[in-house]
Nanobody, 121 residues
Framework: QVQLVESGGGLVQPGGSLRLTCAAS????????MGWYRQTPGKQRELVATITSGGNTNYDDSVRDRFIISRHNAENTVYLQMNSLKPEDTAVYYC???????????????WGQGTQVTVSS
């Protein structure tokens, strides 16, 4: 069983920056795509950014040019550098990973526990 542990959330003023980190732990697994999603009360969880194992990235238009997703494959870690933060970026941010075990073809989706990001003056 893989666990995803997020860190780096907090309170920041508008225009500020935060860096989220998500580390995957477990045994005998490999990670395909990883990503970050966010959710606010009463709304569905929405995509923020994703990155493939080869480094191809995809961003929601609302964060493009402000956020940068990256990953360290050897350490099973994904990062989200968030710059020029706006109050509307306030949400719980969730890490997501698509996991394979051993050489099996099946892919399983895992979520982290979430980390709160609050942008406010």
């Amino acid at each position: 069983q893989v666990q995803l542990v997020e860190s780096g959330g907090g309170l920041v003023q508008p225009g500020g920056s935060l860096r989220l980190t998500c580390a995957a732990s477990g045994s005998s697994f490999s990670i395909n795509a990883m990503g970050w999603y966010r959710q606010t009360p009463g709304k569905q969880r929405e995509l923020v950014a994703t990155i493939t194992s080869g480094g191809n990235t995809n961003y929601d238009d609302s964060v493009r040019d402000r956020f940068i997703i990256s990953r360290h494959n050897a350490e099973n870690t994904v990062y989200l550098q968030m710059n020029s933060l706006k109050p509307e970026d306030t949400a719980v941010y969730y890490c997501n990973a698509h996991i394979r075990y051993g050489g099996a073809p099946a892919v399983f989706q895992y979520w982290g526990q979430g980390t709160q990001v609050t942008v406010s003056s």
